[in-house]
């Protein structure tokens, strides 16, 4: 199987969320063979996946067992939760030698275990820590691999459009580098929420800023408040689930996770609000392209402080 060339190579997605599309899109438009499949596709959101995979050319997978034994490359993009149970449905299928790449944010820990599954059943697991956000970047988004198959894995990627790094053939640095990262990433965009819609309720959001700018004057905090706000709101509720497994990652060294515990739940608390509704329709993302964060924390206060 390793004596195909990458870009002859069958590549099945675990995932059709935003990034397993990105994926497709970009490996189709190399003529890359693949397949995907998502729990979501038979549910009320298949449409819109099926669609897209007809307008693509992506061969959609009856099951995670249907698209594993078919690939020489599974690549599972699903959320931390799932990351386990993936690797758990697909290892019984995937043929010997099937590289099998985990995209997933999970905790040092979580990925040994799904390592465990893959390689008993003779895949060859290489963990992928995605270090920034994917959509500017596509398929070249920095991606540090780990595990004893990455240096073997890492040419095929490149074949394909990727830009990997080894960071490691010992299995957890790359994902405790990026659990690492998120524990200031995303604990800061949950910070400038609490922070600027606090703010906001005082009319002390000027004086913030302006402290913030002298503070940090590289940043330009009304730009990044903005783009913080947006992100969340638009994946809040796959961020929690990241910011969980991070919390994991720091308990697995005996330290109590405060700060990314906390971040969590904020993380998780707003994407409650944009399931209610509470910033209007997430697929028009039209907070996306407003360079104004009060918006959106006027819509909080509105719902946390109602006027009496």
């Keep these: 199987m390793t004596a195909i060339p990458a870009s002859n190579w069958q590549v099945g997605i675990v995932g059709y969320g935003e990034v397993g599309r990105i994926l497709a899109e970009d490996l189709r438009e190399r003529g890359v063979r693949v397949s995907a499949f998502d729990l979501k596709i038979a549910g009320a959101a298949g449409d819109v996946l099926r669609e897209h995979a007809a307008a693509h050319a992506v061969a959609l997978a009856a099951s995670h067992a249907a698209l594993a034994a078919e690939a020489e490359l599974v690549i599972s993009a699903v959320t931390a939760s799932q990351a386990g149970s993936v690797a758990q449905t697909c290892a019984p299928s995937v043929r010997p030698g099937t590289f099998f790449l985990d995209l997933n944010s999970a905790s040092p820990g979580a990925k040994c275990r ?66 690492c990262r998120s524990v200031m990433i995303k604990g800061l965009e949950a910070m400038v929420i609490e922070s600027f819609t606090t703010a906001r309720a005082y009319g002390v959001e000027d004086a913030v800023l302006a402290s913030l700018k002298e503070t940090f004057p590289g940043i330009d905090w009304e730009r990044q408040g903005a783009y913080f706000f947006q992100r969340v709101i638009e994946h809040g509720r796959r961020r929690s689930e990241e910011v969980r497994e991070v919390a994991e990652t720091v308990r697995e060294i005996g330290l109590a996770p405060w700060s990314a515990a906390g971040t969590a739940e904020r993380q998780a608390w707003v994407a409650d609000l944009a399931d209610e509704g509470l910033f209007g329709s997430r697929g028009m993302k039209s907070f996306a392209r407003s360079a104004d964060w009060r918006i959106e924390a006027d819509r909080i206060l509105a719902k946390v402080k109602p006027r009496p």
């Excluded at 893959?118 to 970047?137: C, F």
């Excluded at 596509?138 to 074949?159: C, D, F, K, T, W």
């Design 114 to 179: 799904a390592a465990e599954l893959l390689e008993a059943a003779g895949g060859r697991y290489v963990e992928g820590a995605v270090m920034t956000s994917i959509p500017p970047y596509r398929i070249r988004v920095p991606l540090l691999l780990g595990g004893p198959h990455a240096v073997a894995l890492a040419p095929a990627l490149e074949a394909l459009g990727f830009v990997p790094k080894v960071a490691s053939e010992r299995l957890g640095v790359a994902s405790a580098t990026k659990m």
